[in-house]
Structure formats: C-alpha cells, structure tokens
C-alpha cells in the first residue's frame, strides 16, 4: 500500500513537472538586476557570501562554460542553496543519534525548500534558472541533492510534529517531549538504587506517557523524533531497568489448555465405544457364467 | 482375482456410508449411492425434428448465448468471491480485536486463562454455525468440493451437488470456518461455488426457487451442463488466486474428463471475467476504484524478477522430496483418520461436536505457542502489523507468533514470503510448521466447508523459509533470501498433498505474477510428485476412493487386456419391446432390487437390438401418458416434444410418484419415437481397454454387448467398469454391496 502511495506521487510529480514545462509566458520584461533583488529581499536570514562557489572552480571548461550559461542571478541563488545545503545536513547529521532531525532541523529544512522553490520557480527569468540549473546536464545535481533531503524529511514524517506554516514544533510535540523528560529525570533519579524501586516510584509518569503516545499513534500525529524517544525511554524501561510485568496466572492458563486439548480424546474414545455400525449386504450382480446361461428377459417371455 | 474388497452400491435416503466390520482393515472403501450423467446425446426422432425446425439463425443465437452464460458465470463467481472475502475479512477482523483487547487486558493482572477460553469459545460458536449448516441441512457441502465435482464432471451423478441450497450452504459454511479460526482455506470452495453457479446459470431456471426464466431452455440437458460446469470451475480457480489461465489448465487437467478445443476459449472467457469482477469490487470495497490490484483472493505479492543465480534453480529442486514426503505423511494420516470418521463418527450431531473441538483446540494450540513464545519483534509504526499483541515483550515489541495467529493465513503466507531476512526466528518456524501440519490434517474431512490450499501453502512456505534461514550455515556466495525459498516449500507441500502439476505450477506462476520462477516451480513440482506418488495418492484421489464413487479414469488399469466384454457386462439384460405394455414397464421400474437405468430396445422374433432408452425418458412418457390407445382416441392431442423432457430435467420424479390405474396397464406404449435408435454396441469379445476407452471418450453411460446376429447378450455400465483396478495383488475386482 505504501509503495503504491509512494510510486503514484512520484507519477505525479513527474506529470506536474512535464506540465509545468510546457507551459511558457511572455511576461519577461524584468532585468536580472531587479530579479536578483526580488529574490535577495525575500531571503532575510542568510546574507550573501564573500566567494561565490561557482565561480570559484579552476578548471578550464568551467571558465569556458561558465559565462555562457549561467547568469548572474542564478549563480547568487545557487550560492544560498549550498550555504542552506550544507547548512541543513550538518544539522541532519548531528542529530542522527539520538533522533532530532525533525526538533532540530526543521528551520534548515524550510529556508532549504524556500530557496528551491525559487531555483525551480524561475523559469521566466531572463537566465531561465530552473533550466540552468536543475536540468541542464545528465546528473541533475541539485535536483538529486534536494530530493534525497526531501525524502528524508517526508521518511521522518516531520510534518507531524512540525507545523510548517507557522515555523514552529506543534504543542502536542511539546507536551510529549516534556512528559518523556519527567519519566527520563524520574529513571535518573533513581537509577543509582534498586531497579523495582524505580519500576514502582515511575510507573506512573512511564504508564501516563505511553498512554499518551498510543494515543498519538492513533491519530497519526507521530514523526520520528516522537518515534526514537519513546523507543528508547521504553527500551530503558523494560530492558535497562527490567521493569516489565513478570508471567503470572501460568497454572490455570497450563490447566485450562491441558483440559481443551483432553477433549478430543475422550470424545474419540467415546465415539470409538459407543458408536454402532450398520451391517451391510453384498450384492451379486449378475453377470454371465458361461455362454449357456446367457438369456435375456425377452428370450424368457418368447 | 482378490475379493476382500466391496463397492457398496447406493441406497436411496442414505447420506454416509456406513460399513460392515470386517477384519480385512487395508481395504479401500468405496462407496456408491450415484446414478450417472447422460453424456450421449440421444438422437431421437423429438431430437431430428427440433434440429430440421431449427434455423441457421437458431445455431448462431445459440453459440452467442453459450457465451453469454459464460460471461454471467465468470461475473457471478466473482462476485461471490469478493462476498467471501469481505464477510472473512470483517469477522475475522471483530474477532481478532476482540480477543486481543481482552489478552491485553489481562496480560498484566495474570488471567490469560479467560482470554483462552475466551478465543476457544469464540472459534467454536463460528465452528459451530458452520457444521451445523453443512452436517445437517446439506452434507455434500463439506469440504473442498474438488472431489465431488471431478465427479460430477467424470460423469457421476453425485446427489445435490450442484444446487442452490448446496452452494448457500457452502459459501456461508466457508465464511464460519474460516473466522472459526480453523486451518483452512477459502480457495478450494470457491471452486465448488464456481460449478454450482454455472450449473443454475446455464439451466436459466432455479428449480429450488420454482423460478423458470424460459432461457437458455436448449442447455437443459446433461451433455450442456457438464461443459458450463467445467467453466465454472474455472471460474472459481480464477477468482481464487488470480489465475485465469491456471483456472482453464486446472479444469482441463484435474477436474473435466471431456473437453473439446472451443470450450478452452469460452472457459477462458469466464475465468478473466471472474478474476477481473472480483478484482474490480475489491477495489471499490478497498475505496480505490479502478486500483485494480487484488485479482485473486490469495496474493502472493510481487517477487523481483531477479532468481539471482543458476544454483538457486539448482537448490530448489531439493525442495521437492521433502514437499512429495511431507504430502504423502499427510495423505496417510488424513486417510486413516477418514476412515475413522466414516465408520464411527457418522451421525451429524458427533460431527458437529467434532468440529467444535477441533476449533477449540486450534485456538489453544495458537494460544499457548503465542504464550511460550519469546520471539519478539520491534514494532513498526510505518508498515505495522493489523493486530500487534505484545503480551510479555519489551514495550515497543510485538510477539511475532502473534501475528502470524492473528492475521488471516494469505496474508501470513504472503508474509513469510516477503518479510525481510531475520524477521523470523528459526525456533517459531519450526514449531509453527509441526503444528500447523497436524492441525490441518485434522482438519481437513470434518463436516465443514473448507479447503485445502491454503494450510498447505502455508506449512510449505514455513518450512522453506526455515531452510531458507539455515541454508547460509554454508557461508557459500550462492544463496537467495529467505522468502524464495518459501515460496519452493509452498509450491512443494501443496504439490505434495494435491499431486497436481501443469495447472498448480501455472496457477502459482500467475499468483507470483513471475515467469522467472516457472522453471523452479515447475521442476519443485514434479519431483514432489514423483516422490510423492511412490507413497500415497493425491488427496482429492483418496477422497474419491474413500467415498465409493464409481470413477471411470482415464485409462483401464494395466494388465486387463485378457478381460472381454463377456466377463465385465451385466447380465441377463431387462429389455422392451418396441410396443411394450405399459404394466411391464411399471412394473420394472419400480423394482427396488434392479433398480436399472438404461433399457434396450428389442424387436420380437427374433428378439434384434433396434435401440435404448433410459429411465428418465419412460418416465417422462408415462407422465404423459402417451399411450397407443390414448393417441388413438385423442387425436388433437399434442404431440410430445423434447421441451417436455427438458422441463422435467434435471429432476425427474420417481416412479412411485406415478400414477397409473388398473386399466392403463393394459395399455400399450409406442417407444419408437423416443427411444435412441443407434446406441453403441460392442461384441462380446471386445476387450475392456477397448470399452474403457468407449466409456471415457465419449462419455457413455451404458454399453450394449450383442452376439453376432445383434441380439443383446448383456449391458457394461461404468460402475462394470470401475469395479477394477489394480492392486497389490494384480488386477483386484471390488464387490457391490448395499446397506
């Protein structure tokens, strides 16, 4: 089901993509200065590099190619997609473990986005950005580079735990993360003495909380760093500390099953001695003996 | 010849057979309560007429309504199917939720034995519905139907088995079973359902409902019928694993012994229309019209293409002596375990009882593996399980003997298929495959619809995936993943236990969705044949055997060449004259003790062969009355046709029902006009190769022996033919005897 989900989006990104290509405009009266600057002035936070990565590159074919396709404007805003890049997975690697991509990154993530948007937005820009720089070689780098991050970002379904209109952590992911750090300090707290004591003094904060999070699983609002936290907190508490419900009730479970799979057997025996069996009579057909006997009905009435 | 057998010939009003205690224990029972099918046309002056009458149009409307019936037959079988599954799916669903809330809930407090008793109780009322339906109302809905319906296609006229009643029956009596939690499957019924289906379409009347459509009226007859049958089958195989080309292959190797080259292509028109009807509502019932991804009711989801190496082809044939193996062990005590059942549990309420506890103690066996069992697995909130149960695992796990309990048995099937290496461990598979082997044995022959295909492809995937987990103890480059080789396992059991081979390896073929695996399946498939035939007989064999059904194979058993028609014929033979008199008739026909179908026709003096006529059609007649004198007296008196026949088909009263007084006994009745004027006839030195083959190609029903000068000297009817077989002992003749 989830490929299928998976496999039909991919269809209609590409069929989105296909369309959005065939479809020109003529409204192309804006110089690249002023474009440039429409795009600077939307992007606040991050200010605009001393070198520019592009045009920093040695190689001969580089300086050849160089000015013939690839405007000012569209290297200005190549420059912020590696600066937001580079930005964005440094922050994706340093919360690999324990798990905050979503918590952490999420800022990265849309000033990352935004400046694509951008990148694949301009394509009546007298550079033709999207063009230059999306498609126009085999590889499709950037496009490559963003969809890997945008896979990551849809696999941890952060949209969950993020509200990304309004650029915040949604309240309920706050109140979980709180609640797990209360059972986290209850299990620190006691740790350094016997481990029932801790299983008795914090099963009421671990119960509430995984409580709480059935709840979330069952209305879908969970995103991986919701995922990864519980895990651990339930794998310190069953594991770590051993706190988990010992078997109780084994003899009536071991009696009642020794009596169901009793049953049969007296019912076998049962119907074994008492049941009575109907005798049955063997049939002689008839069937020629010899060629003397052989007469037929008509034969006996002629 | 060796005697210790007996054919016990049928008696009317009895519905299981019941046998004489006798010390020869080895004996195969046979049990014969049938009539037979009218597979010859008989070409009677009524047939002539309605054949000049009709037009060329006539023939053409014909041939398009024998597609259109096809058509209706694929589209009703799937519909059918797609009603199993959702009704399967939502009680199994309710059950499941249930069960787990209340383990859940115990798990902790240490009352897990209300939760067993609790699942017991559940699985035995849904049981019970079933068996109480199948044992009581309609006992030839029991089991997978396969048998009874290679029968009826052989020619055997098994009682009821393809009515109306029988197919409610059946289909309610499969949705009881399978939510009962028993090990079985839905598949197999679904090719009973498919026949009865065709059956009542075909007719285009419902004689249990006293519904008559007045269509389809020139199919009434037996020779129609049988080939719509053959589609429905079809159809049925088709809807359940998806299989449209493995549905016409499956009725064209297992279950229709006649078959000509145009009823390939209508039958395959029926099954794609089965497969894609059902299809097409799971989609709607799944919110995704259109999505059409559900072609059967088993999918085995998609393997890659890629077989990896020349030595898994290789490798996978060792899976074919293990699966041959483990077929036959379970076709023995299956076997043993029927016989038991016939002799001593035969009345319906100890059936019912049986069944009962048979569900009881399938859902204590599922219990108690779930509760001893550690392996666990970590939950996965992206692809989770339906019904994760997590009863004595770390938080955040789930046992993952649960869930194989807790799913319905495809999708564990598809599971050990698909699952990634290391989802399962060895220890749980082990087990599993040891009890799921017995439970299904168990199962299969109780008083309950159900079939057979599933358990087995469910034990064969188990053990083939453990192998599959063991295999890298070699540390050799070589080996596939895990869910390949239970795919090899499950192909192997269920060849093993059903002994089919061209159809099951192209029905599994198109459930894989993979021509890649064809040569794999295949040659798993027939050395598990192979082996397996050395040992013991497909199951659906042993299930003929066992119900005394007078089977006319394909071939006369070796070595009976030396036997003439003289040795094998009935006789003396109870024949007419062309103008008999009335009270004669009667009188032969109400005799009990004879109990004859098939009549010659003779000349007097001397007494010459002029043709045969059947029961059905004096029967007929002398509902009528068409007596000489009558017709004499009443000359506006319409004439008889063969619609008359045809209304009275395919239940034609019994004589007893009959009335005639004292003085139309005197009466004299014409029998020319009626009877068939050229039945086939042998001589008597014929041998029974020869006559066998007579029987099998052109599907007759009765055989005259005449001497040289045309005078009937005797009469081979199949149950003369099916008396023999060969044995341990050589050529052994089985005894008719009579409750």
Known sequence: MQLCKTSAFAVLTVVTLCLSTTVDSDIDNVSDEEDASRYLSGLSPVLLPAVDPLSSSHTLSAVVAQDLEINQTCRNLATIFHDRYIAYADCLVKSARPVGVCLNCFEGYALLSEIYANISNDKDGPGNCRDSLLRSDRLMLIYLLYGNLQNIWRNSACEHCVNTEQQAVKNQTLYFMNERNQSISCFD?????????????????????????????????LCIDIEDAMNVTRRLWSKNYNCIAPREGMIPVIAVSCFMLFLPIIFYLSSYLHSEQKKLKLIHPKRAKSNNSLMNIQDKFS | THQCKYVISWSIGITKPTYRNTKCSQCDWIFA???????????????????????????????????????????????????????VEQLTGLKYYVVKENIEKFTAGGGLSISLILWAVLNSAFVMVGAII??????????????????????????????????????????????????????????????????????????????????????????????FVSAGAAAGVSAAFGAPVGGVLFSLEEAASYWNQMLTWRIFFAS?????????????????????????????GSFDRNVRSFVFVLTCECGGPPGGLLGALFNALNYWLTIFRIRYIHRPCLQVMEAMLVAAVTATVSFIMIYFSNACQPLDVVQGEDYPLQLYCDDGEYNSMATTFFNRPEKSVQNLFHNPPGSYHPLTLGVFTITYFFLA???YGLAVSAGVFIPSLLIGAAWGRLIGIMLPVFPLQIWADPGKYALIGAAAQLGGIVRMTLSLTVILIEATGNV????????????????????????????????????????????????????????????????????TIVDLLSNTSTNHNGFPVVVSNPAKLCGLILRSQLIVLLKHKVFVELARSKLTRRKLQLKDFRDAYPRFPPIQSIHVSQDERECMMDLTEFMNPTPYTVPQETSLPRVYKLFRALGLRHLVVVDDSNRVVGLVTRKDLARYHLGKHGLEELQLAQT
Not at chain 2, 149 to 170: D, Q
Request: charged fraction near 20%.
């Open chain 2, 33 to 87: 309560l049938y009539t037979f099918l009218d597979y010859d046309n008989s070409e009677n002056q009524l047939f002539l007429e309605e054949e000049r009458r009709m037009s060329y149009l006539g023939f053409r409307c014909l041939e398009i309504s024998r597609w259109v019936v096809c058509g209706l037959i694929g589209f009703l079988t799937g519909l059918i199917a797609c009603f199993i599954d959702i009704m």
């Open chain 2, 441 to 443: 044995c168990w199962t």
């Open chain 2, 134 to 227: 199948v044992a009581f109302f309609e006992p030839i809905a029991g089991g997978s139907g396969i048998p009874q319906i290679k029968c009826y296609l052989n020619g055997v006229k098994i009682p009821r088995v393809v009515r109306l009643k029988t197919l409610l029956v059946k289909v309610a009596g499969v949705i009881c079973s399978v939510a009962g939690g028993l090990v079985v499957g839905k598949e197999g019924p679904m090719i009973h359902s498919g026949a009865v289906v065709a059956a009542g379409v075909s007719q285009g009347r419902s004689t249990s409902l006293k519904r008559d459509f007045k269509i389809f009226e020139y199919f009434r007859r037996d020779t129609e019928k049988r080939d």
């Open chain 2, 272 to 300: 794609m229309i089965s497969t894609f009807t059902l299809n097409f509502f799971l989609s709607v019932y799944n919110k995704n019209p259109g999505e059409l991804s559900n072609p059967g009711l088993i999918n085995f």
């Open chain 2, 516 to 583: 890649t695996y064809g040569l794999p399946l295949m040659l798993v498939l027939m050395t598990a044949k192979i082996v397996g035939d050395y040992f013991e007989e497909g199951l659906y064999d042993i299930h003929i055997k066992l119900q005394s059904v007078p089977f006319v194979h394909s071939e006369a058993p070796p070595t009976s060449h030396w036997l003439t028609a003289r040795e094998v014929m009935s006789s003396p033979v109870t024949s007419f004259n062309r103008v008999e008199r009335v009270g």
């Open chain 1, 189 to 221: 707290q006691y740790k350094q003495e016997n481990h029932s004591d801790l299983c008795v003094k914090c099963k009421s904060k671990y119960e509430s909380l995984n409580v709480l999070y059935g709840g979330m699983e069952k209305n879908g609002s």
